[in-house]
């Protein structure tokens, strides 16, 4: 068969459900192709016994309060989808052990996380002033920015905002010495380095600190019906604006023209035809499923040359004892062995973080229950190496073991005669279920010559293959749910223009 629509959408995760609930409230007629039997692809749960756990999100940046919604409450309302949030009111626990180690709790509201800073380094005042001081500037900055539509005047660039710029080229760390923090201070602050799995010598500054900011101003976002919910709260969006979703659908091919425009897809046996596609599934795919013969030989360069971002290895389990029998207390506790960011990068028993959704949503699993969810970065030269078919399931019922029993002796606390259920998944489980090569969390590593500002840059200037648009933690500023969201709404934007003015609008 073939089937004609204005925009076709491949891939239902965060980025394309975003991407086609956009273009549907537009009037274009979209049709959003999915692999899977349902919506989300990494945003979603799964059942085991009487547990639904979820799959990916620990938790979500940039929601803000209800009063002051920061952007992803307001891209949720604007698209009318129906979404709640908790806000954690603690930014995280981390726990360093050994000599010169620390255990530190964090809160989250500025007021509250300076306090809670300067109650576990009294030195840190003036710093966390200049840090502040930096954020306010980089506000004005974007505002600026975006007042001039991505084309500042260099010079009121330099003049006026000269430390935004500072930190939108310098690696984390550096700045954060810039700033006056002692090693200590820099260490508790970097945190968050290993949820992005660059380390902090290498991150860019800026990049991070708008994610720091985002989890300080009313802390991070947890939806109560888990990441699934928002799911399929877009994917309502979608059917009520009368688009159209078609789940166990797998796009095999991408259709171009003569011109090398893209004209649409194949899948399962048919094709469908389309003045946009925007693809929710990695470049990588796509130039698989492409006759190479239509893509730039630039772009087909780049994405050989970007290097896979981290995954990580999940530990998912369910406890026939409520948190609070447990004592725990903590949504997110990171914890690690060493102190410096700088050796984690490889490191088995490195940094991980485990999270308590019912700290935060009590009713998330059954009465008498709580569930765990253990994350451990897998960095691309680290602990899968040696991982073979035949010793896989010894893998995983080892790295199980290993990390519960270093939670329990970190903690203090005992809960492997509570399991009930447990299921672990690695970066072989991500890389079947949603497609990403090497099971990547958030696409290409978002450093060096990739950063985040080198990306803005060229913006428009790469991946521009006419009649195809990408979305998704892969595309131009990665990491995590909120970008992704958000990457979906500019892709919709931009094939919204196209189809636009082929009609001649
Ligand atoms: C374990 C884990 C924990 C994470 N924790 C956090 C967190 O706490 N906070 C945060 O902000 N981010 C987190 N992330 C990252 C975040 O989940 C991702 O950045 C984001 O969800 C990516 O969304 P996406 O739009 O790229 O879609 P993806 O989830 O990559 O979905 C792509 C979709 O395309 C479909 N698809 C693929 N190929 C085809 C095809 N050929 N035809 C049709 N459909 C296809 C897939 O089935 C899938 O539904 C985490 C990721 C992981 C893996």
Same mark, same amino acid.
């Given at each position: 068969?073939?089937?004609?629509?204005?925009?076709?959408?491949?891939?239902?995760?965060?980025?394309?459900?975003?991407?086609?609930?956009?273009?549907?409230?537009?009037?274009?007629?979209?049709?959003?192709?999915?692999?899977?039997?349902?919506?989300?692809?990494?945003?979603?749960?799964?059942?085991?016994?009487?547990?639904?756990?979820?799959?990916?999100?620990?938790?979500?940046?940039?929601?803000?309060?209800?009063?002051?919604?920061?952007?992803?409450?307001?891209?949720?309302?604007?698209?009318?989808?129906?979404?709640?949030?908790?806000?954690?009111?603690?930014?995280?626990?981390?726990?360093?052990?050994?000599?010169?180690?620390?255990?530190?709790?964090?809160?989250?509201?500025?007021?509250?996380?300076?306090?809670?800073?300067?109650?576990?380094?009294?030195?840190?005042?003036?710093?966390?002033?200049?840090?502040?001081?930096?954020?306010?500037?980089?506000?004005?900055?974007?505002?600026?920015?975006?007042?001039?539509?991505?084309?500042?005047?260099?010079?009121?660039?330099?003049?006026?905002?000269?430390?935004?710029?500072?930190?939108?080229?310098?690696?984390?760390?550096?700045?954060?010495?810039?700033?006056?923090?002692?090693?200590?201070?820099? /260490?508790? $602050?970097?945190?968050?380095?290993?949820? !992005? =799995?660059?380390?902090? +010598?290498?991150?860019?500054?800026? *990049?991070?600190?708008?994610?720091?900011?985002?989890?300080?101003?009313?802390?991070?976002?947890?939806?109560?019906?888990?990441?699934?919910?928002?799911?399929?709260?877009?994917?309502?969006?979608?059917?009520?604006?009368?688009?159209?979703?078609?789940?166990?659908?797998?796009?095999?091919?991408?259709?171009?023209?003569?011109?090398?425009?893209?004209?649409?897809?194949?899948?399962?046996?048919?094709?469908?035809?389309?003045?946009?596609?925007?693809?929710?599934?990695?470049?990588?795919?796509?130039?698989?499923?492409?006759?190479?013969?239509?893509?730039?030989?630039?772009?087909?360069?780049?994405?050989?040359?970007?290097?896979?971002?981290?995954?990580?290895?999940?530990?998912? /389990?369910? $406890?026939?004892?409520?948190?609070?029998? !447990? =004592?725990?207390?903590? +949504?997110?506790?990171?914890?690690? *062995?060493?102190?410096?960011?700088?050796?984690?990068?490889?490191?088995?028993?490195?940094?991980?973080?485990?999270?308590?959704?019912?700290?935060?949503?009590?009713?998330?699993?059954?009465?008498?229950?709580?569930?765990?969810?253990?994350?451990?970065?897998?960095?691309?030269?680290?602990?899968?190496?040696?991982?073979?078919?035949?010793?896989?399931?010894?893998?995983?019922?080892?790295?199980?073991?290993?990390?519960?029993?270093?939670?329990?002796?970190?903690?203090?606390?005992?809960?492997?005669?509570?399991?009930?259920?447990?299921?672990?998944?690695?970066?072989?489980?991500?890389?079947?279920?949603?497609?990403?090569?090497?099971?990547?969390?958030?696409?290409?590593?978002?450093?060096?010559?990739?950063?985040?500002?080198?990306?803005?840059?060229?913006?428009?200037?790469?991946?521009?293959?006419?009649?195809?648009?990408?979305?998704?933690?892969?595309?131009?500023?990665?990491?995590?749910?909120?970008?992704?969201?958000?990457?979906?709404?500019?892709?919709?934007?931009?094939?919204?223009?196209?189809?636009?003015?082929?009609?001649?609008?």
């Amino acid at each position: 068969m073939i089937y004609e629509y204005d925009a076709v959408v491949v891939g239902a995760g965060n980025g394309g459900l975003t991407a086609a609930a956009t273009l549907c409230r537009e009037g274009i007629r979209t049709v959003l192709l999915e692999k899977h039997n349902l919506p989300g692809g990494v945003a979603s749960s799964f059942v085991r016994g009487r547990f639904e756990f979820e799959a990916s999100l620990h938790e979500l940046c940039g929601v803000g309060t209800a009063d002051s919604p920061g952007s992803v409450r307001k891209l949720f309302s604007k698209l009318g989808a129906d979404a709640d949030f908790i806000n954690e009111k603690n930014l995280f626990r981390t726990i360093v052990t050994g000599q010169d180690g620390y255990d530190v709790t964090l809160e989250s509201g500025w007021d509250a996380f300076r306090a809670s800073f300067v109650r576990a380094c009294p030195g840190a005042g003036k710093s966390l002033d200049r840090l502040e001081k930096l954020f306010r500037k980089t506000d004005e900055a974007l505002r600026y920015n975006d007042k001039k539509k991505g084309r500042p005047n260099k010079l009121v660039m330099m003049m006026k905002y000269g430390k935004f710029l500072i930190s939108a080229s310098h690696p984390l760390d550096d700045v954060l010495r810039y700033l006056g923090f002692s090693l200590r201070e820099r /260490l508790i $602050l970097e945190t968050y380095w290993s949820y !992005l =799995g660059v380390p902090a +010598y290498e991150l860019n500054a800026f *990049h991070y600190f708008e994610m720091l900011k985002g989890y300080i101003d009313g802390g991070a976002g947890i939806p109560p019906h888990k990441s699934y919910g928002l799911s399929l709260s877009l994917a309502d969006v979608i059917l009520k604006n009368g688009g159209e979703i078609r789940y166990n659908t797998e796009v095999t091919g991408f259709i171009y023209g003569e011109d090398g425009r893209v004209t649409g897809v194949y899948a399962g046996g048919d094709e469908y035809r389309a003045k946009h596609v925007i693809s929710n599934v990695i470049p990588n795919n796509v130039f698989e499923m492409s006759d190479l013969k239509h893509v730039p030989r630039k772009d087909r360069k780049l994405v050989n040359a970007r290097k896979l971002g981290i995954s990580f290895i999940c530990i998912y /389990l369910g $406890l026939d004892r409520t948190a609070e029998e !447990l =004592g725990i207390k903590d +949504y997110s506790v990171f914890i690690a *062995h060493r102190q410096s960011s700088r050796g984690q990068a490889d490191a088995d028993m490195g940094m991980y973080v485990v999270n308590c959704l019912n700290v935060a949503v009590p009713e998330a699993t059954p009465e008498g229950t709580c569930s765990l969810f253990f994350t451990v970065p897998v960095f691309s030269n680290g602990m899968m190496k040696n991982v073979t078919p035949e010793n896989y399931a010894a893998f995983k019922s080892e790295t199980a073991r290993k990390y519960i029993e270093d939670y329990e002796k970190t903690l203090g606390v005992s809960i492997k005669d509570s399991i009930e259920e447990i299921s672990v998944s690695t970066p072989a489980t991500f890389a079947r279920y949603f497609g990403a090569p090497n099971g990547t969390a958030y696409g290409y590593e978002l450093s060096g010559w990739d950063g985040v500002m080198a990306r803005t840059l060229s913006l428009g200037s790469e991946l521009d293959i006419k009649g195809l648009s990408f979305c998704g933690g892969h595309s131009a500023s990665g990491d995590g749910f909120g970008v992704s969201y958000e990457s979906g709404v500019k892709a919709a934007e931009k094939a919204i223009a196209d189809i636009r003015g082929e009609r001649g609008e």
